[in-house]
Nanobody, 121 residues
Framework: QVQLVESGGGLVQPGGSLRLSCVASGTIFNINAMGWYRRAPGKAREWVASIASGGSTNYAESVKGRFTISRDDGKKTVYLQMSSLKPEDTAVYYC???????????????WGQGTQVTVSS
């Protein structure tokens, strides 16, 4: 089995910062791209940021310059450092990882359970 567990969400005031973490565990052979998505109340899930296995990163325009995605392959972990948070960043944040299990011929997409981020004064 492969599992993704997120942490780091919470309540923060506008202008504040949070760091989300997502740890992959299980019989993992290889991890490819890692990323973060979010779903705000009443809205569709949207892509936030991604990081390739080589380290190149991409960001949604709405978070560019405020959020930083990084990864530690030794720890099988992806991070999302969020700064200058705004009320519109309020959402459930999900990590998404493309990885191959031991014994598998193909890689698959896996999702975490989500962590709530609330930006409010």
């Amino acid at each position: 089995q492969v599992q993704l567990v997120e942490s780091g969400g919470g309540l923060v005031q506008p202008g504040g910062s949070l760091r989300l973490s997502c740890v992959a565990s299980g019989t993992i052979f290889n991890i490819n791209a890692m990323g973060w998505y979010r779903r705000a109340p009443g809205k569709a899930r949207e892509w936030v940021a991604s990081i390739a296995s080589g380290g190149s990163t991409n960001y949604a325009e709405s978070v560019k310059g405020r959020f930083t995605i990084s990864r530690d392959d030794g720890k099988k972990t992806v991070y999302l450092q969020m700064s200058s948070l705004k009320p519109e960043d309020t959402a459930v944040y999900y990590c998404n990882v493309n990885m191959m299990k031991v014994g598998s011929w193909n890689s698959d997409e896996y999702w975490g359970q989500g962590t709530q981020v609330t930006v409010s004064s």
